[in-house]
T-cell receptor
Framework: RKEVEQDPGPFNVPEGATVAFNCTYSNSASQSFFWYRQDCRKEPKLLMS???SGNEDGRFTAQLNRASQYISLLIRDSKLSDSATYLCVVDSGAGSYQLTFGKGTKLSVIP | NAGVMQNPRHLVRRRGQEARLRCSPMKGHSHVYWYRQLPEEGLKFMVYLQKENIIDESGMPKERFSAEFPKEGPSILRIQQVVRGDSAAYFC?????????????FGPGTRLTVL
């Protein structure tokens, strides 16, 4: 089983749509969870950390389900500039600095 | 507001040559991490360093690869006798360290091409 698994997509959605990405992770000891976005041939950029209680940042909402080892990202009112690959990232264990990256889900927002 | 800096951005080497990749962490950050991203793959952890110390190199190949973070100057990832399979994007990340925060911020990467 892959450590961090994501649907590779691509997700092609019209501007203004709501889109959701899911991710599962295999290490039950993981304590820190993040969503990064990566544009083509660029570095990953931290989008948001994911907390147990769920958290929201503008149009973006992240949820964590520890029991199911499942993380989600919801993007509302999609913009063209949201087109990117979204990376689900978890740490390798409690307090670990090693981050394990999923391969990413590609999103294309269409005019 | 300098972020993580890496150079060179692109590096071309012939098989058997050496590649040296440099990374300057974000101001105020004392922890540096190197990751490698092969085409169509996720980023893979290689090594974690603090000033003058290698904390964890468990993700780094045992041969030909080395890393350092000297007291003065940038962190260096060194690949000796490069092979075609070393072609990849190498990203450096930094964090402030300390308890409770392992958010890592990435540099623009060095794209290594081995001919």
């Amino acid at each position: 089983r892959k450590e961090v698994e994501q649907d590779p997509g691509p997700f092609n959605v019209p501007e203004g749509a709501t889109v959701a990405f899911n991710c599962t992770y295999s290490n039950s000891a993981s304590q820190s969870f993040f969503w990064y976005r990566q544009d083509c041939r660029k570095e990953p950029k931290l989008l948001m950390s994911v907390y147990s209680s769920g958290n929201e940042d503008g149009r973006f909402t992240a949820q964590l389900n520890r029991a199911s080892q499942y993380i989600s990202l919801l993007i509302r009112d999609s913009k063209l500039s949201d087109s990117a690959t979204y990376l689900c990232v978890v740490d390798s264990g409690a307090g670990s600095y090693q981050l394990t990256f999923g391969k990413g889900t590609k999103l294309s927002v269409i005019p | 507001n300098a972020g993580v800096m890496q150079n060179p951005r692109h590096l071309v080497r012939r098989r058997g040559q050496e590649a040296r990749l440099r990374c300057s962490p974000m101001k105020g950050h004392s922890h540096v991490y190197w990751y490698r991203q092969l085409p169509e793959e996720g980023l893979k952890f290689m090594v974690y360093l603090q000033k003058e110390n290698i904390i964890d190199e468990s993700g780094m190949p045992k041969e030909r690869f080395s890393a350092e973070f000297p007291k003065e100057g940038p962190s260096i990832l060194r690949i000796q006798q490069v092979v075609r399979g070393d072609s990849a994007a190498y990203f450096c990340a930094s964090s402030p360290g300390g308890q409770g925060s392992n958010e890592q911020f990435f540099g623009p990467g060095t794209r290594l091409t081995v001919l």
